[in-house]
């Protein structure tokens, strides 16, 4: 759990992080001070800025490319959903800090050191899965690998201690992107051919039964009529079961997508988001040309 909660963080605080080592390239190279130095140092920023920019584009275009879909038509694979959060029945989550009822919490304890840093010495996150209602329909949203954005984030340091906490509150209005897949109900997949052959099969093995029921002239044979008939009540059967499994309700859930796309769910408006990522996208290609104009001035 450690390990994805970090995995999260970091890919949340990538731009970040990604800006940084820009910057420390740049001061390597202003360190080397050599012709060869900056010329090493700019190919990397030219290299690391070029890959941001395509991640940060992939990202807003998910966001601001894909229509919302309604959960009672959505198609199978890659959607966005709207709605609003709601947990499960019967699966309680109370944050770990402030103890209080929500879909969702990640927290984190730091300790500051002798050299006034903060030092973690606790996170972690729940692990329910939590349910988005759109109005059309209800999805079950498996967390496990996804990116989770929030507005509702508290901070207060106590005795040397800092404590952060982030939720998603039961109620919220919810955005999600991810893999979308409906099972059971009217997307079964059956086979009324083979379960016949099945359930024939089955009641041969049972040759009491099976004389009782269509040996009809009570000769001690199954003659080829009989067996016509058997076969009938066979495909009466089958035919009932299936139409019983196909009435059952559907069960939508989104999870991460097997592609690599974006896993997203958060309680942030969209159009935020993706104007946050056109932002980075552009600076990044910014930083990418700037690379290039200076490495075309030092060859």
Not at 114 to 119: A, K, L, N, P
Request: proline fraction near 3%.
């Amino acid at each position: 759990m450690i390990a994805r909660l970090r995995e999260e963080f970091g890919r949340k605080h990538g731009q970040l992080a990604t800006s940084a080592a820009q910057l420390l390239l740049l001061g390597l190279a202003a360190q080397i001070g050599s012709r060869g130095g900056w010329l090493s140092c700019l190919s990397l920023m030219a290299l690391l800025s070029l890959i941001a920019w395509a991640v940060t584009l992939r990202r807003h275009r998910a966001i601001a490319d894909i229509p919302t879909a309604r959960i009672a038509s959505a198609a199978q694979g890659y959607v966005e959903l709207r709605g609003h959060g709601r947990r499960i029945d019967g699966i309680p989550v109370v944050s770990h800090l402030t103890g209080l009822p929500c879909l969702w919490y990640r927290y984190r304890v730091e300790e500051r050191d002798g050299e006034q840093r903060w030092r973690i010495v606790g996170e972690g996150e729940s692990e329910a899965s939590v349910l988005l209602d759109d109005g059309s329909g209800v999805c079950l949203v498996d967390l496990d690998g996804a990116e989770i954005l929030t507005h509702h984030k508290e901070s207060w340091t106590r005795d040397g201690f800092r404590h952060t906490e982030w939720k998603l509150l039961i109620g919220d209005p919810l955005y999600a992107l991810g893999h979308f897949t409906t099972l059971g109900g009217s997307h079964l997949e059956l086979d009324a051919r083979q379960d016949v052959g099945a359930l024939l099969a089955e009641w041969k093995r049972d040759p009491a039964r099976l004389h009782e029921r269509f040996d009809l002239d009570g000769d001690g044979q199954i003659d080829p009529r009989e067996w016509t008939l058997a076969r009938r009540a066979a495909q009466r059967e089958v035919e009932k079961e299936h139409r019983a499994a196909r009435e059952a309700a559907d069960t939508h859930v989104l999870r991460r997508p097997p592609d690599g796309r974006l896993f997203l769910l958060a309680n942030l408006d969209p159009e935020r988001i993706a104007r946050r990522y056109r932002h980075w996208s552009t600076f990044h290609l910014a930083v990418f040309f700037a690379a290039l104009a200076a490495l075309a001035q030092l060859r």
